[in-house]
């Protein structure tokens, strides 16, 4: 096997908590007291456009949540959002040691709004770790489309066969695997750390 050169790590599911997933919009529509099916049809018909770029977080808000007068404000909604992010400092300290071991060049490669990425990246510390984030809202594409992949390899000018990708879904690692990147299954931080390990990195 090729040596590694370039290591991609997601970010929801694997460094952190997913920023705006089922789990998240299901708290947020209890907690608002929000009729969680229409909301759900709602973020459904335009969560594509903001995860890619063509739709800002408060125009996605307009059609989700603010269609209607609500008793409480945008900025309490958008701090609730913000709130659910939680950090997982062990999967933190897997990619901070690789990049302190310096021989591979890291990379995020995420499906995420421009918002809640600049608020992930600065409250997980991330800007310390990596120093490029293929997001979805700036690439113009999402996971599992091969396109996102494809995006990253060339703009980095990777060897697949020198590439490793970090998921926790298997649906977003196959296209990679596909491409000819080794992947690895997020399960938790140690199983991650010996992966890392099994391939010299760690």
Not at 25 to 53: C, K, M, N
Not at 118 to 141: D, K, N, Q, Y
Not at 145 to 162: H, K, S, V
């Amino acid at each position: 096997m090729a040596s590694i050169d370039l290591v991609l790590f997601d970010i929801g599911g694997v460094l952190g908590s997913n920023g705006w997933d089922r789990e998240q919009r299901d708290h947020a529509t209890s907690h608002f007291a929000i009729d969680a099916a229409d909301f759900q049809y709602r973020h459904e018909e335009t969560v594509g456009a903001l995860e890619t770029g063509h739709l800002s977080l408060d125009e996605y808000l307009d059609v989700t949540v603010f269609w209607t007068p609500r008793p409480f404000d945008r900025d309490a909604f958008k701090t609730y959002m913000l709130q659910q992010s939680v950090a997982w400092p062990a999967s933190i300290a897997v990619a901070r040691a690789l990049r302190d071991a310096g021989a591979v060049r890291l990379a995020t490669l995420n499906n995420e709004s421009e918002a809640l990425n600049h608020h992930r990246i600065a409250a997980f510390g991330l800007r310390e770790i990596f120093p490029t984030f293929f997001t979805s809202c700036w690439m113009g594409v999402r996971k599992p489309i091969r396109g996102m992949y494809e995006r990253a390899l060339g703009m980095t000018q990777a060897d697949p066969a020198r590439t490793v990708f970090i998921d926790d879904r298997e649906q977003n690692l196959r296209p990679a695997r596909d491409l000819g990147l080794h992947t690895i299954h997020y399960q938790d931080a140690p199983s991650l750390r010996a992966a890392l390990a099994e391939l010299h990195l760690l």
